[in-house]
Structures are given as C-alpha cells and as structure tokens.
C-alpha cells in the first residue's frame, strides 16, 4: 500500500500571523470624553481652553482628571469651569496631560520620564508592587501625584486613562520647566542615535 501522508501540523508560533490589535472602544474622542463616567469636567475644560484636540498629532495618551480633581480647584479658586479655563497656565496644563503617542498601562515600566506634548509638564512613573500606576509630578508640578483610577480608554486616536489629580505649573514655573525639558529630550534622542549606530 502507498505510505500514509504525514499528519499536517500546526503552525509554529513564530509562523502564525501576531493577533490584531483590539478595535477601540470609542470611535472619536468626542465620544470618549461623552460617554466614560468622571470626566465631564475634562471635556468642558478642553472646550472652555479653545483646545483642538486631538491636538494634530496621530495618537496621544490623555491622562484625564477625574471630575472630583477638577472640582477641587474649581472650589478652591472659587470659579466655574469657564473661568478656570481663562486662569493663567490652565490651558497649558491640559496640553500638559497629554503624551505625543498611545500608551497603554501595561508599557509603562518604573522609574520612567514622560515629557508631556508641549513640554510643560513632566513625570516620573512609580509602579508600587500590587498597585496601580502613579504619576509623580517634576519640576513646576513637583509634589503632587496622581493615582490612575481607570485606565486603556481606548478611541480611534489613542488612549486615556483617568487619574485622581489636575496637575497644574504656576505660570512663573512654565518658562523654568521648559528649557530643561527640551535639553533633556534631545539628550535621549541622541543617545538613542548613538545605541543605533553601534548595533
């Protein structure tokens, strides 16, 4: 009798296509913002600010604070979420929250240095064994860190993930900040140059 075929086998793993990434759970920002719990605030703000946002950038990474965040500066500078928006350095700190690509929970290692869009505000990652992620405020914002209580919202633009904090750089602190931010993120580009060219 002829011999019997061999039995086909499965693909190896490293045959087999990598997965498709899930579709986002929101169409458009505008939906994000409209529809997640605890972030009306952020939504009015970004309106009140005159931002666009997106803000011309393929993806980004919105950390956007809780309503209850909002609502202590709100109380303590005792104005509506309209006036707060014309207070100096509040607009900039929104474009602060924000990270010029997506990033999900999961990538953020500890000890990490996030510069935020415009160069305003940056942060140091704490991952505490067992907890969730923190943002340690640096520079004008130094002091103040941010639990995230809700994370990888995804929409077609990127992801947003709710922490428990405004992060706002007093207008006097902004020009400080700014210069070392831009020096320190030309340095790891260039070290990243070097780390290429001797691979």
């Known amino acids: 009798p002829p011999p019997t075929p061999p039995e086909p086998q499965p693909p190896s793993p490293a045959q087999q296509p990598p997965p498709s990434p899930p ?3 929101y169409v458009t920002w505008k939906d994000a913002l409209a529809s997640e719990p605890d972030v009306s605030l952020t939504r009015q703000l970004i309106q009140a600010t005159g931002i666009t946002f997106p803000p011309g950038w393929d993806t980004v990474t919105l950390f956007a604070p ?3 965040a909002l609502m202590v500066h709100l109380k303590a500078t005792n104005t509506t979420i309209q006036q707060f928006s014309a207070m100096p350095g509040v607009a900039s ?3 602060g929250h924000i990270l010029p690509s997506t990033r999900m ?6 000890s990490q240095y996030l510069i935020s869009l415009n160069f305003q505000i940056f942060y140091t990652t704490l991952r505490p064994p067992g907890g969730s992620l923190l943002l340690q405020g640096r520079g004008g914002v130094a002091g103040t860190t ?3 209580l809700r994370g990888d919202v995804t929409a077609s633009g990127g992801v947003m993930h709710v ?5 706002w750089i007093p207008p006097s602190e902004r020009a400080k ?3 070392p ?12 140059l070097r780390g290429n060219s001797t691979a």
């Open 23 to 25: 579709a986002p759970k």
């Open 66 to 68: 809780s309503d209850e």
């Open 93 to 95: 700190s929104v474009l």
């Open 105 to 110: 929970l999961a990538s953020f290692q500890d």
């Open 146 to 148: 941010a639990n995230v």
């Open 163 to 167: 922490i428990d904090q405004f992060f």
């Open 177 to 179: 900040a700014l210069a």
């Open 181 to 192: 931010a831009k020096r320190r993120l030309l340095e790891e580009q260039l070290q990243r």
